[in-house]
C-alpha cells in the first residue's frame, strides 16, 4: 500500500476524526428532530442551519477534546489544545455568533420599515394632486427612484447564536459522543 493511501485509512479509521463527525452529525440530527417537535411539522432544512438547540459547534469541538482527553490523558499537551479550542469555540458560538445573529435580524427588521414607509410614501405621492407641472416632473422622478432604491435592497441571510442553553447541551452531546467514541475504539 502506497503512502497516500495509508494517510488514507488512518483518517477514516481515526477516533478523532470520528469524533468530530458524529458529534456534529448527532447534533445536527437532534436539532431536526427537536425543532420538528417544536414546529409540529418535519424541520429537514435545520439539518444545514446554525443555530438551535443543541449546539452543533460545541457538540463537535467537545467530543473531539473528550476523546483526545481519554486517549492522551487530560494532563497531557494535546489535551489542554483540544481544550482551549473547544473552549474558543463555544465561547463565540455562544457570544459572537448570537450577536452577529441578533444584529442580522435587527437589520432584517429595518429593511422591512424602510420597504414599508418606502410604499406608503409612494401611495402617498400617487394619491397627491400636483398642479404644478415641474413639481409633478419632480415627483414623477422622485417616485421612480423610490422604487429602484427600495428594490435593490434585499433581506440578508444572517447566521443564528446560540444561547447558553444551547452551547451547554451541545457540550453535553459532546461528552456524551466522544466517551462511547473512545469505549468503542479501545
Not at 39 to 53: P, W
Not at 106 to 122: E, F, M
Not at 131 to 139: F, H, I, L, S, Y
Not at 156 to 162: C, D, N, V
Request: proline share 2%.
Amino acid at each position: 500500500m502506497s503512502e497516500s493511501s495509508d494517510g488514507v485509512v488512518a483518517l477514516i479509521t481515526s477516533q478523532y476524526m470520528w469524533a468530530g463527525v458524529l458529534g456534529y452529525l448527532v447534533a445536527q440530527v437532534a436539532k431536526t428532530i427537536i425543532s420538528s417537535l417544536h414546529g409540529k411539522r418535519l424541520m429537514l432544512k435545520e439539518t444545514l442551519t446554525s443555530g438551535g438547540m443543541p449546539s452543533t459547534h460545541s457538540a463537535t469541538v467537545v467530543a473531539l477534546a473528550m476523546v483526545v482527553g481519554l486517549k492522551n490523558g487530560f494532563g497531557s499537551a494535546i489535551f489542554a489544545v483540544a481544550f482551549f479550542f473547544a473552549l474558543i469555540v463555544c465561547y463565540d458560538a455562544l457570544k459572537v455568533r448570537r450577536a452577529v445573529g441578533e444584529q442580522g435580524a435587527a437589520i432584517n427588521r429595518l429593511i422591512q420599515i424602510v420597504k414599508r414607509d418606502a410604499r406608503l410614501t409612494q401611495i402617498y405621492l400617487e394619491n397627491t394632486e400636483v398642479t404644478d407641472k415641474g413639481v409633478a416632473e419632480r415627483t414623477t422622478t422622485a417616485q421612480e427612484k423610490l422604487t429602484k432604491q427600495t428594490n435593490k435592497i434585499s433581506q440578508p441571510y444572517f447566521a443564528r447564536g446560540h444561547t447558553p442553553l444551547q452551547v451547554f447541551v451541545g457540550a453535553l452531546v459532546g461528552v456524551a459522543v466522544g466517551a462511547i467514541v473512545a469505549w468503542i475504539a479501545q
